[in-house]
C-alpha cells in the first residue's frame, strides 16, 4: 500500500508539471520571463497576481538582488506549482575615495527637485498600459537602440567616500553626442523630459503590461508623450545631459518595480562597421 501511494504522488507530481508553462527568458537576476497558460488562468510569482492576456500569455521578472528561488503558481483548467531556481550574479564594485562631497550628496534645493521628477518617472512606469499588440511585439525580441563600445553593465555599483550609491541598472553605449537612438521596440511614450537632474533628456517607452524602456542622458528629445512608436522610429540622440562624464546612451528597462537587464533581450552587439580581424 504504501508503494501503491508513493507511485501515485509521483504519478501527481508529474502531471502537474507536465502542465506547467515552458518558461521563455532567463531566470537570473535582472532577467525577464514568459509564457503561456489556458486562457482565464490565475498566474501569480510568490504571491504576486501577474497580467495573462486573451491569448494565455503572462510575463515577470528578476531584480538584480532577486531570491535564489521563486514559487510560480497557476491555477485553473491546468493547475501548476513550479519552483523555479534563479540563477545569482556577481557584480562589478569600485571605490571612489577623495570626491567632493558636494558632488556625493545633492543641495537641499537639488533634493527638492529630485523627488518632484521621481514622481514623475514613477508615474510614467507606472502606467501599465494593457496593449497585447505592444507586449506581443517586445517579446518577439528587442533591437540595440543605438550601437557602439559597451562603456557600463547592469547591476554595477560604486561606492563613493564609503557610501553605496544606488546600483546601475542600466546598459551604457558609449557613442558621440548627435548619435541616434531609435525605438528597441514598439511601444507608447509615458516621458518626454529635455532636463532631469539625473538623467538629463530623457524618454519614457512603455512596452505594455509593466514592461518599460527609459534612454537617458539624450541631447535631443523627438517624441512627445502619448505618441506611438514603432521598432526603429527615432526616439532622440545621444548625449551627456544631466549627471553624466561623457556622451553615452543610458538604456534601462523596468517590469513593474523590478529592473530588468537589457542585454539578455537584445543579440550581442555588433561589431563596428570595417573592424578587421
Not at 21 to 47: K, M
Not at 122 to 146: H, I, M, S, T
Not at 216 to 237: F, P, W, Y
Request: with cysteine; aromatic share 6%.
Amino acid at each position: 500500500m504504501p508503494r501503491f501511494f508513493l507511485a501515485m504522488l509521483a504519478l501527481v507530481a508529474t502531471q502537474a508539471m507536465a502542465s506547467c508553462p515552458q518558461l521563455e527568458g532567463d531566470l537570473i537576476q535582472g532577467g525577464l520571463i514568459w509564457g503561456d497558460v489556458a486562457p482565464g488562468s490565475r498566474v501569480t510569482l510568490d504571491g504576486q497576481v501577474l497580467d495573462v492576456l486573451d491569448s494565455g500569455t503572462f510575463v515577470a521578472a528578476f531584480g538584480r538582488d532577486a531570491a535564489p528561488r521563486s514559487e510560480l503558481v497557476v491555477t485553473g483548467p491546468q493547475p501548476c506549482k513550479q519552483l523555479l531556481e534563479i540563477k545569482s550574479r556577481q557584480y562589478r564594485i569600485s571605490r571612489v575615495e577623495g570626491v567632493p562631497q558636494q558632488t556625493v550628496t545633492p543641495s537641499a534645493e537639488h533634493l527638492e527637485r529630485i523627488r518632484r521628477e521621481r514622481a514623475l518617472v514613477g508615474a510614467a512606469k507606472g502606467q501599465r498600459l494593457q496593449r497585447p499588440d505592444l507586449l506581443q511585439n517586445a517579446l518577439a525580441g528587442f533591437e540595440w537602440p543605438a550601437r557602439g563600445r559597451i562603456s557600463g553593465v547592469y547591476g554595477s555599483q560604486r561606492i563613493y567616500n564609503g557610501t553605496p550609491k544606488n546600483p546601475h541598472y542600466g546598459v551604457d553605449v558609449a557613442v558621440p553626442t548627435g548619435t541616434p537612438v531609435y525605438a528597441p521596440s514598439a511601444g507608447v511614450v509615458t516621458l518626454a523630459e529635455p532636463d532631469l537632474f539625473y538623467s538629463g533628456g530623457t524618454v519614457i517607452l512603455d512596452h505594455g503590461y509593466g514592461l518599460s524602456s527609459s534612454f537617458l542622458h539624450l541631447s535631443k528629445v523627438h517624441v512627445a508623450v502619448g505618441q506611438e512608436i514603432r521598432t526603429g522610429d527615432l526616439i532622440g540622440e545621444v548625449g551627456a545631459t544631466g549627471r553624466a562624464t561623457g556622451p553615452h546612451l543610458d538604456w534601462r528597462m523596468s517590469w513593474r518595480s523590478e529592473r530588468v537587464d537589457p542585454q539578455l533581450l537584445v543579440p550581442p552587439m555588433p561589431e563596428p562597421s570595417g573592424s578587421g580581424g
